[in-house]
């Protein structure tokens, strides 16, 4: 067991699938807002904490001896709630800290019609979340320059991995072909978020890192793939305008553009899944594509 204490600020499906891949590597504990969550956060090698936007003496404990730490919680109206309920614990209670780690969104870009951005491009979000985004994004930075300690963004596109993708989708019935002329999608599977994780982990490093595949596709395309796969007929095609769509979904299409993930490639990450035919080939070859929760670690 190496010495490293990581705290994971919202243990989601990304946070479990980090914690899954690392079994051994470094004790691990992350926060919930549900006890009925903590037997699934066990399983996946985490230690299971109350958070609720306040700090608790046992997260305040745990912290005091945590060396990575990583928020992967949604800023609200009033900010990060993590910053508001613990900027005082990590400037003055976290003497073992050596690195910060922030998953944000590609969301950030905002709309840029379907041309390519790198890190470098100019933030300007559309909706109200991504715009929170942006700002939580700037406040950890900003008190990673106020500790001395390297910060981390992961701006992550779509999420999908075992449990959660499009051949799940098809079998219970609720695929969709949804086409908008030129719209393209930027995704990323869950264990190379897992392996990007652990590549900055490993290397204390920071800077902003765009977390996507190599290829943003159409949606349709992508569980036309999936029904291939399964050998069976994909679900028509239905134009965007003819859609029936929450006002979250429509806002989605509302931006387009490619994402590029040469940053994250430089600091030496390999992805384990260049892109969606890949990944969608694993899952379906090792039967690994209908549980995201009882899975084996993935091998470092």
Known sequence: ?????????????SGKAFARAGKGAAKILGTTRSPEKFETLRQAGIAPL????ALTDEIADALQKTTHLLISVAPEEAGDPVLNAARVAIMARMPALEWIGYLSTVGVYGNYDGAW????????????RSMMRVAAEQDWLELGREVGRPVAILRLSGIYGPG??????????????????????????????????WHLVDGNTGGIFNVTDD??????????????????????????DAAQLS???RSFYGENKRVANAAIKAAGYRFRFRDYRAAFDHMWASGDWRDGEARSPMKR
């Open 215 to 240: 290829l943003p596709a159409p949606p349709q395309d992508v569980v036309g793939y999936a029904a291939s796969l399964m050998g069976i007929e994909p679900p028509p095609e239905i134009p965007f």
């Open 247 to 249: 006002p979250m979904a």
């Open 117 to 128: 951005v790198d890190e470098t491009a100019e933030c300007r979000p559309v909706s109200k």
């Open 1 to 13: 067991m190496s010495e490293k204490q990581i705290f994971i600020f919202g243990a989601g499906y």
């Open 164 to 197: 959660r993708n499009a051949l799940v989708n098809l079998e219970n019935g609720t695929a969709r072909r949804l086409v908008k002329p030129d719209q393209v999608f930027n995704r990323i599977h869950c264990d190379d978020i897992a392996g990007c994780l």
């Open 50 to 53: 109350l958070f609720d936007g």
